[in-house]
């Protein structure tokens, strides 16, 4: 057997523990790769436990452990640093616990500031430049450790209620329609609750429409000075957190190298 068959031999056993022939290992190693395979597990526990410590303290220990085992049974890491293991777990807890929305919503949260701390770093538009810009052509480029995702519970209100070992509310449906926004600023991971309108002009933006365009799409049939009145404070709250990095026209951005 090659080098690369045994090391494969090796993984599907620390996976899936299947039987290992002592012939290829010799029987007097057969008994210590039981502990391989209980270590590789309990590694992974640990590492979940590590990323969603929130999640943990919301569900329980047995709660969150089942949640992990499954999760390692059916997601062998495949990145080379275990901080990306957690990549899948909200998806495992939301099939997990399709009646009870807040469990997923409260790990994407914790997922998506790990994942925002730890992203790539991106100047905000220096403030300078900002009477320069064709705000209604501008295509707006939104800074990298931006995650933006729709919910449907409490999650944010569970999120701060456990921080530092504190007593969460108990959870609920939001009344309307919702959205969180992850970002970075500074060194410091950050989430606010958005309205749909907002949401919306952000996806919109995501997606390289121009500025005005989108907003247009959002607010058609509005009240214009409501509207108006609307777009300034998000434009200047995004600003503010520094979510925004770039503004440039239509021609600009095609031009852009990829």
Known sequence: MSLAETQQRFCDFLRDAPGMPAGRVGTRTVAGLAIYHNAYRAQLRTTLGDLFERTWCYLGDDAFFAAAAVHIERCPPKSWTLDAYGDSFVDTLRALHP????????????????????????????????????????????????????????????????????????????????????????????FRTLAPDEMAVLEGVRCGTPFGQVCQAVFAGRDEDEAVASVGAMLAGWLRDGVIVSADAPENVADTPA
């Open 99 to 190: 009646d009870d929305a807040e469990i997923a919503e409260l790990a994407w949260i914790e997922w998506a500031l790990r994942r925002a701390f730890s992203g790539p770093d991106a100047p905000p538009l220096p403030p300078q430049s900002l009477g320069t810009v064709d705000w209604d052509g501008a295509v707006l480029g939104l800074h990298p450790n931006l995650y933006l995702a729709p919910v449907t519970t409490n999650a944010a209100a569970l999120w701060a209620g456990l921080a530092e070992g504190g007593t969460p509310p108990p959870a609920a449906a939001l009344p309307g329609a919702a959205a969180i926004l992850v970002w970075r600023d500074g060194l410091t991971p950050q």
